[in-house]
Nanobody, 121 residues
């Protein structure tokens, strides 16, 4: 019914850049808002960024100014460009979607399988 598939993770040195993407399938209403969460080993999953179908975006303070979220509505795909990466950015990055920002931020939407991003010091 609804499927989210992430790609683009990998290993990068501190200060470098990396892009991840997520393609969604299913009803358009299920991905009106799309975004990214991340989870480091032994830590809580945290919100990273989100974007509405109309292009309004929101970022966690920890990534603001370094990460850029964008989307292609025709492809139903969301992207996250990560610049000036820090070791503390190391985590599994999960794509999420939902009909509204409240659902997304409450982790009640749909989820991808995650992609590993590792930043070496």
């Amino acid at each position: 019914q609804v499927q989210l598939v992430e790609s683009g993770g990998g290993l990068v040195q501190a200060g470098g850049s990396l892009s991840v993407s997520c393609a969604a399938s299913g009803p358009t209403s299920s991905s009106y808002f799309m975004g990214w969460f991340r989870q480091a080993p032994g830590k809580e999953r945290e919100f990273v960024a989100a974007i509405s179908r109309s292009g309004n975006s929101d970022y966690a303070d920890s990534v603001k100014g370094r990460f850029t979220i964008s989307r292609d509505n025709g492809k139903n795909t969301v992207y996250l460009q990560m610049n000036s990466l820090k070791p503390e950015d190391t985590a599994v990055y999960y794509c999420s979607s939902g009909p509204n920002i409240g659902t997304l931020r409450a982790s009640l939407g749909y989820w991808g399988q995650g992609t590993q991003v590792t930043v070496s010091s």
